[in-house]
């Protein structure tokens, strides 16, 4: 059974940093893609930032572009999202996701596999 859990939001000013994190327990012998969504209040889920499984190929929405970093861990299937310049838009409830086949990975339906999400609030 593969599990996510995520940790690291929490309550924090704009223009402040967070850093969420991800755990994945899978199988170590298959490699999986991860990503980062989040919904916010009244909003539907939306992809935020997706890195393949090599760590090689990163891939964010416009609206976090040059203020989020997303990056692999050393321990397999471990990702991070390095949230820096927040905006109170930002506030959301952020999920994990990861599945070993996706490709497009601003596609919710790619992933097989969620976290129960942490939320982050900014506030103004």
């Known amino acids: 059974q593969v599990q996510l859990v995520e940790s690291g939001g929490g309550l924090v000013q704009a223009g402040g940093s967070l850093r969420l994190s991800c755990a994945a327990s899978?199988?170590?012998?298959?490699?999986?893609?991860m990503a980062w969504f989040r919904q916010g209040p009244g909003k539907e889920r939306e992809f935020v930032a997706g890195i393949s499984w090599s760590g090689h190929s990163t891939y964010y929405s416009d609206s976090v572009k040059g203020r989020f970093t997303i990056s692999r861990g050393d321990a397999k299937n471990t990702v991070y999202l390095q949230m820096k310049s927040l905006k109170p838009e930002d506030t959301a409830v952020y999920y994990c996701a990861a599945d070993p086949l996706a490709s497009d990975y601003d596609w919710e339906d790619e992933y097989d596999y969620w976290g129960q999400g942490t939320q982050v609030t900014v506030s103004s």
């Open positions: 899978v199988r170590n012998d298959i490699d999986y893609a």
